[in-house]
C-alpha cells in the first residue's frame, strides 16, 4: 500500500504546485520506469526487481559526479519529492557513494522550475588568478551571496571595500555593480569567472602592470569592418546569437535603428508590447555590432530582457532560433507600433467580390491595428481557400504573415544500425546498416535483416542492451518508434520452435557478472559483490536439459573463442594445492565448493572415472539466477546453493521471462576469458555503403506548402451554409510578399508516435524568382542548427550589406565565407531580400577573403614588456 502511496506521489511531482512544496530530487528514469513496473505488478518477488538506485547514467564522470550535459526531464530522469525519495532509500539503498542529487526550485515571473543543473562559477583573486575555487550557486541566490563566499574563501577582512568583477572574455571584465540582483537577473552562466580584485589595485598607475587591469585596451585598439562582429554565448545562447547576426544582416531593419528613426516611434503605452524595452536593448546590440570598434560583443543586457518579457528563454537552456525569431520580430513590432489606440474592425465576407478589391481590403484592416518598422520590411499576405465537402461553399480570406514555414517531404523510412548475433558462437556480432519504414513494427526490421542473414524473421528477437543487461526485450508486433536512434539494438537468432509458445526449447537471458574477491557482510547476506560485464546473451535451451550441469556445458560452449574451452578448469596441481592422493568426490565438494556433476555416460565405470576427474576440476563460473536487472533477489540463493530453474510454464519474452548469470571469479575470469575477444565485432558491407543524403529544391518545399490539404478533426471549419463543422479543404496561396523573405524550414518533425529531426539538404538558391505573385529576391542570411533533437549548435551565413562579402558567425568568431559554402543540411532559416530594395555595396570586398577560414575579426592584442610569464592581464570597465 505505501508503494502505490510513493507512486502515486511520483506521479504527481510534475504538477509544479507539488514543487513548491517539495525538494525535488533527480533519479533515473530507467530506475524509475523498472521500479514503476516492480510496483504495479504487485510481484515481490517479481524479476522486474530494480535493485539498488543507480544513477550512474546521468553523471558525465563518476569521480566528480558531474552531471551530463542536456539531460531531458522525463527521458533521462524523473523529479520525485524528498519524501519519497528517503522512503525509496530507505528500501532499496543507492549504488555505492552516489551523492544525492538534490535541486532547488526557483520561483520565476511566470511560472515555477526545477534547476537540475546549478550555476558553477570559478572564484578567483585578481592578484592571485592561478588560485581558483570551483563553486556551485542556485540562480535564485543574490549576487551577494557570490561576495560573502568569495570573502571567506579568500580570508577578505569583512568590513573591507570590494568590486565585484564577472570575466566575460578572455579580454575584457564587466563589474557586477548591483549585488542585491539575482544570479539569473545578472546573466552569470557556468564556467564563467568571478574576480574579487581589493579597492587598492585601482589606484592609477603610469603603465599597465602585470595584476592590474588595462580598461579596454584591446576594444580602444580594434578597428574593423562594421557588422563584422561576434556575439559571445553566454551558455547556450547560440539559438539566440544566430538570430542575431541574421536580423542585423537585414539593411532595411538595421539602417532603421543605425539613423535612430526608432526613437520617435518607441510605443511605452502599448500593452501588447514590452514599454519599449525589447526594443531599445535590440538597438544597443546593434549598434555595438556596427560600430567596428568590437571584435565581439556580450549581448547579456538583451538575454536579460527577453527572458523577463518571455519565460520559456529564462535561463541557459537550449532553445530553437526560429522561436525566438518569432519572439522578437512580434516585441519589436509592438514596441514600435505607430497605432497608440488599436480600434476595433469588423471583418466582412469577401461574398463574390474580387480577388483584388479583398486583399486590398484586408491588408487596410492590418495595417490600421499593426503599422511599424517590422510589417514594412517583413509582412506579406497569404489568400486561404476553403471549400466545405458538403455544399461546395468557397470561403476566401487574406491573412497576414511574418514568415513562411515550409514543410520539408518526409521520407516514409528510417535507416537503423542493429547487430546481429547468430547462433553460431564462435561468429562475432555483425553490424548490420537497415533501412525500415518508420512506421512500422519490430516484425518488418527483422524481415530486413533476414534478407541480408538468409534467418527466417521468426527465429529472431531484438532487444536493447544497456549497462550490460538487457533493458527492453521487444515483441514483433511493438511499434519501431519506441527505438531511439541512441538505443544499441542486439537481434539474436534462436533455434526454430525457440519463439512459439508450445515450443521444445525456451528462451534463457543470460548475464556474465564478475564476483568480487570478498563477502558483503554488511548487507546482512554475507553473499559476494557481483558488477556486470560484457554483452548479455539470449538463447534457447531445450526444456528437458535444464539441469545445472547441462546448463553449465552450454554456457561454456556457447562462449565460444571469448572462453578457453579447452579447459574446464584448473586442476588441483595447477592450484597449487599439491595433493597426490585421491578423495572421495563428495570430501572434494565439501573442500573446493561447487563442483561439476558427473554426466551419465553408457559405460558406467567411464562414467564414475570421468566424474571423478571432473570432480577434481574447480567450475570456471557458477551459475545463479537472476532478476532482468542483473541482481540476484531474496529467495535465489547464494552461489547457487538453492539454485532451481523450472522450464514448464516459461514462453519467450514473457513477464516471467527467466534470466540467469554466470558468476566468474577475477581469477578465474582473468586466466579464462578474453575480453578483447568478446568486444570485437565485424561490419557488414551495407555498413560500408554511405548513407545516401536526401536532396530536394526549395521551390518543392514551397509547393508542398501550397498543396490543397483535408482539415483535421481537431480543427473543423464552421461552414455558415450548413451551419454546422466541417472538415473542409484548405489551400494557401502567397498573393504579396515583404521587402525581406524570411522561409523557415521545418526540420523538426512532431507527430503522436515519434520526434526526430530531418536532416535534408535544401537546396536553396541564392537568387530566388517568384513567378506569382511576381518577385526577384537575393539571399542575404542564413541561420543553420547542427546536431539532433537534444543537443545542437547554432551558427549563421550572413552577407554585409557594405561590402557585399559573405561571413560565417559561429558565436564570437567570424570568419570570411564563399557562397558555394552556404547549402549546407544545417539551414534552418533563410533571409532573402528583394531586389529592387537592395543598395549595392559601398566599399569594396576585401583582399583576403578568398580563405574562408582566415578570422575576419582577428585583432592581435598590444604585448606589454616585461610581462611573459606574467599572470593574465584582464581588461576591466572602471566607473
Given at each position: ?7 502515486s ?6 504538477k509544479?504546485i ?6 525535488p530530487?533527480d ?9 514503476k513496473?516492480?510496483v504495479?505488478?504487485?510481484?515481490q518477488n517479481?524479476s522486474?526487481?530494480p535493485?539498488q538506485?543507480?544513477n ?5 564522470e563518476?569521480?566528480s559526479?558531474h552531471?551530463?550535459?542536456?539531460l ?15 522512503k ?6 543507492m549504488v ?19 534547476e537540475?543543473y546549478?550555476?558553477?562559477i570559478?572564484?578567483c583573486l ?5 588560485n581558483?575555487?570551483t ?9 551577494h551571496t ?5 570573502m571567506?574563501?579568500?580570508d577578505?577582512v569583512?568590513?573591507?571595500e570590494t ?9 575584457s571584465?564587466?563589474?557586477l ?6 544570479v539569473l537577473d545578472?546573466c552569470?552562466?557556468s ?5 574579487l580584485p581589493r ?15 588595462a580598461p ?6 580594434y ?7 561576434g556575439l ?6 547560440c539559438f ?13 531593419l ?23 524595452e525589447?526594443?531599445?536593448a535590440?538597438?544597443d ?7 567596428g ?10 538575454k536579460?530582457k527577453?527572458?523577463?518579457?518571455a519565460?520559456?528563454f529564462?535561463?541557459?537552456q537550449?532553445?530553437?532560433s526560429?522561436e ?6 512580434d516585441?519589436l513590432?509592438?514596441d514600435?507600433?505607430r497605432v497608440?489606440n488599436k480600434?476595433?474592425i ?6 463574390g467580390?474580387?480577388?483584388q478589391?479583398?486583399a ?7 495595417r ?5 518598422a ?13 471549400v ?7 470561403s476566401?480570406t ?5 514568415y513562411?514555414s515550409?514543410?520539408l517531404?518526409?521520407s516514409k ?7 546481429f548475433v547468430?547462433l ?5 556480432p ?7 519504414p518508420?512506421a512500422?513494427k519490430?516484425?518488418?526490421l ?15 528477437v531484438?532487444a536493447d542492451?544497456?549497462?550490460h ?7 514483433a508486433d ?5 527505438i531511439?536512434d541512441?538505443?544499441?539494438i542486439?537481434v539474436?537468432?534462436?533455434n526454430?520452435?525457440?519463439v512459439?509458445?508450445?515450443?521444445d ?5 543470460l ?6 574477491h ?7 547476506s ?12 539470449l538463447m534457447?535451451v531445450?526444456?528437458?536439459?535444464c539441469s545445472?550441469?547441462a546448463l553449465?556445458?552450454?554456457f561454456?560452449?556457447r562462449?565460444g573463442a571469448?572462453?578457453d574451452?579447452s ?6 596441481s595447477?592450484?597449487?594445492?599439491g595433493?597426490?592422493?585421491q578423495?572421495p568426490?563428495?570430501d ?12 551419465p555416460?553408457?559405460?558406467e565405470?567411464?562414467a ?7 570432480r577434481r ?7 545463479q539466477?537472476?532478476?532482468s ?11 547457487g546453493?538453492?539454485f532451481s ?5 516459461q ?12 558468476d566468474?571469479?577475477p581469477?578465474m575470469?582473468k ?13 557488414h ?7 545516401q543524403?536526401?536532396t530536394?529544391?526549395?521551390q ?6 501550397t498543396t ?18 466541417q472538415?473542409a ?17 521545418k526540420?523538426?518533425?512532431y507527430t ?6 530531418l ?7 541564392l ?7 511576381p518577385s526577384?529576391y537575393?539571399?542575404?542570411?542564413v541561420?543553420?542548427?547542427?546536431g ?11 552577407r554585409?550589406?557594405?561590402?557585399g ?7 564570437s568568431?567570424?570568419?570570411?565565407a564563399?557562397?558555394?559554402?552556404i547549402v549546407?543540411?544545417a539551414?534552418?532559416l ?5 531586389q529592387?530594395k537592395?543598395?549595392q ?9 578568398s580563405?574562408?577560414t582566415?578570422?575576419?575579426n582577428?585583432v ?5 614588456d616585461?610581462m611573459?610569464g606574467?599572470?593574465?592581464c584582464?581588461n576591466?570597465?572602471?566607473d
Amino acid at each position: 500500500m505505501e508503494l502505490k502511496s510513493i507512486f502515486s506521489l511520483g506521479m504527481y511531482t510534475l504538477k509544479y504546485i507539488l514543487l513548491k512544496y517539495f525538494t525535488p530530487l533527480d533519479l533515473s528514469r530507467r530506475w524509475y520506469e523498472q521500479w514503476k513496473e516492480y510496483v504495479e505488478t504487485g510481484d515481490q518477488n517479481s524479476s522486474s526487481f530494480p535493485g539498488q538506485i543507480d544513477n550512474t547514467e546521468l553523471f558525465e564522470e563518476l569521480d566528480s559526479y558531474h552531471l551530463k550535459e542536456r539531460l531531458v526531464e522525463n527521458e533521462d530522469f524523473v523529479l520525485i519529492p524528498a519524501e519519497a525519495w528517503h522512503k525509496l532509500l530507505a528500501w532499496y539503498g543507492m549504488v555505492e557513494v552516489q551523492p544525492a542529487l538534490e535541486r532547488k526550485v526557483v520561483d520565476l515571473p511566470s511560472l515555477v522550475k526545477v534547476e537540475v543543473y546549478p550555476v558553477e562559477i570559478f572564484l578567483c583573486l585578481h592578484s592571485n588568478m592561478e588560485n581558483v575555487v570551483t563553486a556551485q550557486f542556485s540562480r535564485a541566490d543574490h549576487i551577494h551571496t557570490i561576495q560573502k563566499v568569495m570573502m571567506k574563501q579568500f580570508d577578505v577582512v569583512e568590513g573591507a571595500e570590494t568590486r565585484l568583477w564577472m570575466k566575460s572574455s578572455d579580454t575584457s571584465c564587466e563589474r557586477l555593480r548591483n549585488v542585491h540582483v539575482r544570479v539569473l537577473d545578472s546573466c552569470l552562466s557556468s564556467g564563467m569567472v568571478c574576480l574579487l580584485p581589493r579597492l587598492s589595485e585601482f589606484r592609477p598607475s603610469s603603465r599597465p602592470s602585470p595584476h592590474l587591469p588595462a580598461p579596454l585596451a584591446v576594444s580602444d585598439s580594434y578597428r574593423g569592418q562594421p557588422g563584422v562582429c561576434g556575439l559571445t554565448n553566454l551558455g547556450n545562447t547560440c539559438f539566440m546569437n544566430s538570430a542575431l547576426q541574421c536580423l542585423s544582416n537585414t539593411p532595411p531593419l538595421t539602417e532603421y535603428f543605425l539613423r535612430n528613426a526608432y526613437l520617435e516611434e518607441l510605443n511605452f503605452t502599448n500593452p501588447l508590447g514590452m514599454k519599449g524595452e525589447i526594443a531599445e536593448a535590440y538597438a544597443d546590440v546593434i549598434k555595438q555590432m556596427w560600430s567596428g570598434r568590437h571584435y565581439s560583443v556580450v549581448p547579456r543586457i538583451f538575454k536579460t530582457k527577453v527572458g523577463h518579457f518571455a519565460s520559456q528563454f529564462l535561463g541557459y537552456q537550449q532553445h530553437d532560433s526560429q522561436e525566438l525569431l518569432s519572439f522578437l520580430l512580434d516585441g519589436l513590432h509592438e514596441d514600435l507600433n505607430r497605432v497608440k489606440n488599436k480600434e476595433y474592425i469588423e471583418l466582412r465576407d469577401a461574398a463574390g467580390r474580387p480577388d483584388q478589391e479583398v486583399a486590398e481590403e484586408a491588408w487596410r484592416n492590418h495595417r490600421r491595428r499593426n503599422d511599424s518598422a517590422i510589417v514594412d520590411t517583413f509582412h506579406g499576405l497569404f489568400k486561404s481557400t476553403l471549400v466545405c465537402p458538403e455544399c461546395r461553399k468557397v470561403s476566401v480570406t487574406f491573412d497576414p504573415f511574418c514568415y513562411l514555414s515550409v514543410p520539408l517531404p518526409v521520407s516514409k523510412d528510417r535507416v537503423m544500425e542493429v547487430f546481429f548475433v547468430s547462433l553460431d558462437p564462435v561468429a562475432k556480432p555483425v553490424q548490420h546498416r537497415l533501412v525500415v519504414p518508420k512506421a512500422g513494427k519490430v516484425f518488418d526490421l527483422c524481415s530486413v535483416l533476414s534478407e541480408m542473414t538468409k534467418i527466417p524473421a521468426n527465429q529472431m528477437v531484438v532487444a536493447d542492451v544497456f549497462n550490460h543487461r538487457f533493458y527492453k526485450l521487444y515483441h514483433a508486433d511493438e511499434s519501431l518508434s519506441c527505438i531511439l536512434d541512441r538505443d544499441d539494438i542486439f537481434v539474436y537468432e534462436l533455434n526454430r520452435g525457440s519463439v512459439e509458445e508450445e515450443g521444445d526449447e525456451v528462451v534463457l537471458a543470460l548475464y556474465l557478472r564478475e564476483r568480487s574477491h570478498y563477502r558483503d557482510y554488511g548487507s546482512g547476506s554475507s553473499s559476494y559483490g557481483t558488477s556486470l560485464f560484457g554483452h548479455p546473451l539470449l538463447m534457447t535451451v531445450p526444456r528437458g536439459q535444464c539441469s545445472r550441469d547441462a546448463l553449465y556445458h552450454l554456457f561454456l560452449q556457447r562462449g565460444g573463442a571469448s572462453v578457453d574451452a579447452s579447459a574446464t578448469g584448473p586442476t588441483d596441481s595447477q592450484q597449487g594445492a599439491g595433493h597426490q592422493q585421491q578423495q572421495p568426490c563428495e570430501d572434494e565438494e565439501e573442500e573446493r565448493g561447487e563442483c561439476l556433476p558427473c554426466l551419465p555416460q553408457a559405460n558406467e565405470r567411464q562414467a564414475k572415472r570421468k566424474g571423478c576427474e571432473a570432480r577434481r576440476r574447480k567450475l570456471l563460473f557458477s551459475i545463479q539466477a537472476v532478476n532482468s536487472n542483473g541482481t540476484t533477489e531474496r529467495g535465489m540463493g547464494e552461489d547457487g546453493s538453492a539454485f532451481s530453474f523450472s522450464c514448464e510454464s516459461q514462453t519467450s519474452l514473457s513477464h516471467s521471462q527467466p534470466y540467469v548469470a554466470m558468476d566468474w571469479d577475477p581469477d578465474m575470469k582473468k586466466k579464462y576469458y578474453n575480453e578483447n575477444e568478446a568486444e570485437k565485432y565485424v561490419k557488414h558491407q551495407s555498413m560500408e555503403v554511405p548513407h545516401q543524403q536526401t536532396t530536394v529544391q526549395l521551390q518543392e518545399c514551397i509547393e508542398l506548402f501550397t498543396t490543397v490539404e483535408t482539415l483535421e478533426e481537431e480543427n473543423p471549419w464552421y461552414c455558415p451554409m450548413c451551419k454546422k463543422h466541417q472538415l473542409a479543404t484548405k489551400k494557401l496561396d502567397l498573393w504579396s510578399l515583404p521587402e525581406v523573405l524570411i522561409i523557415h524550414l521545418k526540420r523538426f518533425s512532431y507527430t503522436k508516435y515519434s520526434r526526430e529531426k530531418l536532416d535534408i539538404i535544401v537546396d536553396f538558391p541564392l537568387r530566388l524568382h517568384f513567378s506569382s505573385p511576381p518577385s526577384r529576391y537575393d539571399l542575404i542570411a542564413v541561420s543553420n542548427h547542427y546536431g539532433g533533437l537534444r543537443d545542437g549548435h547554432y551558427t549563421s551565413y550572413a552577407r554585409n550589406k557594405d561590402n557585399g562579402q559573405w561571413y560565417y558567425f559561429d558565436d564570437s568568431k567570424v570568419t570570411y565565407a564563399r557562397e558555394e559554402q552556404i547549402v549546407t543540411n544545417a539551414a534552418y532559416l533563410l533571409f532573402y531580400h528583394r531586389q529592387d530594395k537592395i543598395r549595392q555595396p559601398t566599399l569594396p570586398a576585401p583582399l583576403d577573403s578568398s580563405s574562408p577560414t582566415q578570422p575576419a575579426n582577428d585583432v592581435t592584442s598590444p604585448k606589454h614588456d616585461g610581462m611573459e610569464g606574467a599572470t593574465p592581464c584582464v581588461n576591466m570597465e572602471t566607473d
